[in-house]
């Protein structure tokens, strides 16, 4: 459903460029179109700063790390090209990149991966990572959260299910979960809720897992259960007593630009590991953290 979405609004975008050009025929709408394509860029990589600096108006003082105007640069022009290609390539098209199953089996000591994505987005965006897993022998599944503005809980059953399936067709007993941002917190309440013994492990990226104060942005009820402290937050933590149902490792970047303040990503009873400086939607993609994750699922 949400693919369908960014489809149409991925049609509208390129029908608005090419009557913009088509009306500015006179200067040549090859070179109009080029112009308006770069503006669009241009204003994505607006819209990726305005979030960086959003979120260090909203962390309320947090003490972040200290990158000179070059670096932060390279963030936000990195974190732009992801954002790019994630919403404007991989949602609208899911199927031309990637697909939801795995046509490897797991090596004897090998668990096989399943991949959850986060807030507003697709099992596309995974098409790197499962790349990466595969061809080191990794069986990698996806999949996708519908309806993409429900409440969090409201995805247990369908991910429940999906762990079966993933277990029944790799013949696997066990597998390993990771989750992208709302994807870690899915996976926890399907812990919670009793639904996880086949899950051995969870490592999760940029999970705001006390919430995060841009939430506040967010529509639909599983932005309102993601805000900072929210009463689901809390609920979660006490069913946990203190300490998560499985292992879980938390990957998480210092100057993430939606989970504020960033010490949300720090779980406690888990293994948390501190990434190079990168944006939310980079934490997906970014090379290092694919060693980070694939080192994680290979331990013990």
């Not at 025929?25 to 607006?46: D, I, T, Y």
């Not at 697909?99 to 490897?104: F, G, N, P, Q, T």
């Amino acid at each position: 459903m949400l693919a369908r979405y960014a489809r149409r609004v991925l049609y509208v975008e390129l029908a608005a460029y090419a009557l913009a050009a088509a009306l500015g025929h006179r200067a040549g709408w090859p070179a109009v179109f080029v112009a308006l394509l770069g503006f669009a860029l241009c204003a994505r990589l607006a819209g990726v700063a305005a979030s960086f600096a959003v979120a260090a108006c909203v962390s309320q003082g947090e003490h972040g790390v200290r990158l000179s105007a070059a670096e932060w640069l390279r963030v936000v022009i990195v974190e732009t090209a992801w954002v790019t290609l994630t919403y404007s390539v991989l949602m609208p098209f899911p199927r031309a990149f990637s697909r939801a199953d795995s046509r490897l089996r797991p090596a004897a000591g090998t668990l096989p991966v399943l991949l959850v994505h986060g807030y507003c987005c697709n099992g596309a965006i995974w098409t790197p990572m499962r790349r990466f897993l595969e061809a080191r022998g990794v069986p990698a599944f996806s999949h996708d959260l519908e309806p993409a503005l429900a409440g969090i809980d409201d995805h247990v059953d369908a991910l429940a299910g999906r762990i079966e399936a993933v277990c029944r067709t790799t013949g696997a007993e066990r597998l390993v979960i990771v989750g992208h941002s709302m994807g870690g917190l899915v996976a926890r309440a399907c812990l919670r809720e009793g639904r996880g013994a086949r899950i051995a492990k969870l490592v999760t990226l940029g999970t705001g897992h006390r919430g995060t104060r841009m939430a506040r942005f967010g529509l639909g009820e599983n932005a309102r259960q993601m805000e900072w402290g929210s009463a689901w937050l809390r609920a979660l933590e006490q069913a946990e007593h203190g300490a998560p149902a499985v292992p879980v490792t938390s990957i998480y970047s210092p100057i993430d630009n939606l989970v504020v303040p960033r010490e949300s990503a720090v779980l406690q009873g888990a293994k948390n590991l501190r990434a190079a400086p990168i944006g939310h939607v980079s934490l997906a993609f970014a090379p290092a953290i694919r060693e980070m994750v694939l080192a994680e699922i290979r331990s013990p």
